[in-house]
């Protein structure tokens, strides 16, 4: 896995998210006004590819840009997500400085004597409400109104995480849980949380279940926090039957963040034994129950490294002969 995936986990999750076509549709259709909706042509929306956050600040900034019809002129929807703890007060600045730039790249390539209407959406997750006004002359403080004239303005729409009720999150199941996890993540006790995020895939079909989205949030959960234990996860899937196809994408998060080998480094001999387990169960998980002789080759091994290695190996092999023959090198 890409660093860059792992040092920004909300950068990469909102992105891996909203960058389908149909999670983008559902969010903006149930969280911008309606009026502003029956404007807007979402069968023409497309994701642009471009990011205009600057680089310094893509720790605190996330954002996708989408083109759409409005009224049939050429559009825009600007979605920053603002990913710090406590709300920024020049957060319209930035969205005016990144609005600009994406007027300049549509007359670099179009040949218009007009420029497109930009719709800015902010999404906030942070501990403390917003209370920021959301539009831009109110930076200017108290000013003679002889000088509104010299003075831009514009409002930004505000989807504030933190003042608004789970009964309030609207949307489909993989929406509703991708806003609860970025409103959750973040707080004191996430771990407390995570039923009622994971409860959301109940109502699903064995195969309507989410698989692949399953495994895109819990790369997110394991990366946004230390604060949530294996127990606390386990228990959250469990509830919903997929523990056995998802598990292994925890435990291979852990070996990328370093857990793995924390977690050794403390009591060796205890955590020895509790590495080889996590093989074991990866293995049982995937393939069904192993001979007892591959058991006891497992339980033989002693060295960190390896068992990091094995438990790597136990995860993506596509066959328990596969992981034996692997086996069977390292010991050689």
Same mark, same amino acid.
């Given at each position: 896995?890409?660093?860059?995936?792992?040092?920004?986990?909300?950068?990469?999750?909102?992105?891996?998210?909203?960058?389908?076509?149909e999670q983008?549709?559902?969010?903006?259709?149930?969280?911008?006004?309606?009026?502003?909706?029956?404007?807007?042509?979402?069968?023409?929306?497309?994701?642009?590819?471009?990011?205009?956050?600057?680089?310094?600040?893509?720790?605190?900034?996330?954002?996708?840009?989408?083109?759409?019809?409005?009224?049939?002129?050429?559009?825009?929807?600007?979605?920053?997500?603002?990913?710090? +703890?406590?709300?920024?007060?020049?957060?319209?600045?930035? @969205? *005016? %400085? =990144?609005? &600009?730039?994406?007027? #300049?790249?549509?007359?670099?390539?179009?040949?218009?004597?007009?420029?497109?209407?930009?719709?800015?959406?902010?999404?906030?997750?942070?501990?403390?409400?917003?209370?920021?006004?959301?539009?831009?002359?109110?930076?200017?403080?108290?000013?003679?109104?002889?000088?509104?004239?010299?003075?831009?303005?514009?409002?930004?729409?505000?989807?504030?995480?933190?003042?608004?009720?789970?009964?309030?999150?609207?949307?489909?199941?993989?929406?509703?849980?991708?806003?609860?996890?970025?409103?959750?993540?973040?707080?004191?006790?996430?771990?407390?949380?995570?039923?009622?995020?994971?409860?959301?895939?109940?109502?699903?079909?064995? +195969?309507?279940?989410?698989?692949?989205?399953?495994?895109? @949030? *819990? %790369? =997110?959960? &394991?990366?946004?926090? #230390?604060?949530?234990?294996?127990?606390?996860?386990?228990?959250?899937?469990?509830?919903?039957?997929?523990?056995?196809?998802?598990?292994?994408?925890?435990?291979?998060?852990?070996?990328?963040?370093?857990?793995?080998?924390?977690?050794?480094?403390?009591?060796?001999?205890?955590?020895?034994?509790?590495a080889q387990?996590?093989?074991?169960?990866?293995?049982?998980?995937?393939?069904?129950?192993?001979?007892?002789?591959?058991?006891?080759?497992?339980?033989?091994?002693?060295?960190?490294?390896?068992?990091?290695?094995?438990?790597?190996?136990?995860?993506?092999?596509?066959?328990?002969?596969?992981?034996?023959?692997?086996?069977?090198?390292?010991?050689l």
């Amino acid at each position: 896995m890409d660093k860059k995936y792992i040092q920004n986990p909300h950068d990469a999750f909102v992105k891996e998210v909203f960058s389908h076509k149909e999670q983008a549709e559902d969010f903006l259709k149930n969280y911008l006004p309606q009026n502003i909706c029956k404007l807007i042509d979402f069968n023409s929306l497309t994701i642009v590819k471009d990011s205009f956050v600057d680089e310094d600040l893509k720790k605190h900034f996330s954002d996708l840009l989408y083109e759409v019809q409005i009224n049939s002129r050429d559009g825009f929807i600007y979605l920053l997500f603002e990913h710090k +703890s406590t709300p920024q007060k020049f957060t319209a600045l930035q @969205l *005016l %400085r =990144y609005m &600009v730039k994406i007027w #300049d790249l549509y007359l670099k390539q179009n040949q218009s004597s007009t420029l497109p209407v930009i719709i800015p959406l902010v999404i906030y997750n942070g501990h403390r409400k917003w209370t920021i006004k959301t539009n831009f002359s109110d930076l200017f403080g108290e000013t003679e109104r002889e000088l509104d004239v010299y003075i831009p303005d514009f409002n930004y729409l505000l989807y504030d995480l933190s003042s608004i009720s789970d009964e309030e999150i609207k949307g489909t199941v993989i929406l509703k849980a991708t806003l609860m996890a970025l409103k959750y993540l973040t707080t004191p006790e996430p771990g407390k949380h995570l039923d009622r995020i994971f409860n959301l895939f109940q109502g699903l079909g064995e +195969s309507n279940t989410p698989l692949q989205y399953l495994e895109t @949030l *819990l %790369r =997110y959960i &394991v990366s946004a926090t #230390d604060k949530i234990e294996e127990k606390d996860i386990k228990k959250a899937i469990n509830q919903i039957g997929k523990e056995a196809d998802i598990m292994p994408t925890l435990a291979e998060k852990w070996i990328e963040q370093g857990r793995m080998e924390g977690r050794i480094e403390g009591r060796m001999e205890g955590m020895v034994l509790d590495a080889q387990e996590m093989v074991i169960e990866a293995l049982i998980e995937r393939f069904g129950l192993l001979k007892p002789d591959l058991s006891v080759k497992i339980r033989g091994v002693a060295n960190r490294d390896v068992l990091k290695n094995l438990l790597k190996l136990a995860i993506r092999v596509e066959s328990i002969q596969e992981f034996e023959e692997k086996l069977k090198q390292l010991e050689l």
